[in-house]
């Protein structure tokens, strides 16, 4: 009879964070489930943390310890700006889901920056709303990034503006309508949505603004560490965030709701599951108990009952909890958003933790410069 530990349990046998437990579920060394008693906590198999443990007693190559720390490893870089804390997602010390009640994204720019003067993003030139979209995107932040001025031995508060600059001009890039309104709003305008409807994608802006060191924000400090202007550490961040493992996961998310309303929830997932692909907008590595932004984004939204039924068979199938994927693709079916929102809506929230990371990676005056473990010919 299979045995199931409690997360504590698997912690304290395995000594290690709770990121990094739940890193090995994510690459499918640890078996999970719902606890039976209680299906919003997870249980872990005794068999597969044993068996890790084992090995870990072992000894471990520095080599070997590199390699792992790339992939969902142990934090490599030290960040006062975001962390995922017991299932939190914490911005310097707030809990970002509480913050995202009231909070706009200029805010979050100026407790994210450490900025001691209120940040905008404000853009007042008519003909810059003309056209929109990712490429629209890009060619902006590269005029940006080739008249850029490097982001070493300059003080926090240029970078800042630099990064404002940067974010404004994304932000109308991606269809935000002129106009000095905290960005949301033009968002709003700029999308044809109800001004009333404008509060969701404020807070989910502010719920996306950072991530502690996930692939895009490690792309920016990379580009950063170099002395790159601040747009092109943005730049650096939007081009890693168009993957299909990134950015591209809220494309992924609605075409599976597209695929339950089509075939049924049930038949929907099976086929999904049975190309070995993992179910986007469900699960996250780092939260195994459910995603708390995403429970932060459906506090305000009203969820129509083909997602309500796909949710609960997700739930009944895998045991895996909604994340901020389903999250952003039920948001842009309720408000009738463009199909790519939830990607132009990751990209500019997140452009603000790019930046951070950026400003704190320069300052630090610091090279990133990993090596390389050769395995070719030897010539």
Known sequence: M????????????????????????????????????????????????????????????????AESAIAWGEPAIATSISTVLHGRLVYRGRDAVEFSVTATLEETAGLLWASDRPVSFASLTPSAARQSGTPTAFARLSALAAGGWSSLGRRPAMLQQDGAAATSALATALGAAPGSEPVHTRLAQGWSVEAASADLIRKALVLIADHELNASTFAARVAASTGAPIAACLLAGLATLTGPRHGGAGAAAIALVEDAERLGPDEAIARWLAHDRPLPGFGHPLYPEGDPRAEGLFSGLKIDDGLSRLRKAVLAATGLHPNIDFALAAMTRSLRLPSDAPFRLFALGRSVGWTAHAIEQAISNRLIRPRARYDGPAG
Request: without cysteine.
């Open 2 to 65: 299979t045995e199931w530990l409690t997360r504590d349990e698997a912690l304290e046998q395995l000594n290690v964070r709770p990121q990094t437990l739940y890193a090995y579920v994510s690459r499918g060394r640890i078996g999970m489930k719902p606890d039976d008693a209680d299906p919003r906590r997870s249980q872990y198999r005794a068999d597969d943390i044993a068996a890790l443990a084992t090995r870990r007693d072992r000894g471990r190559s520095p080599q070997a310890i």
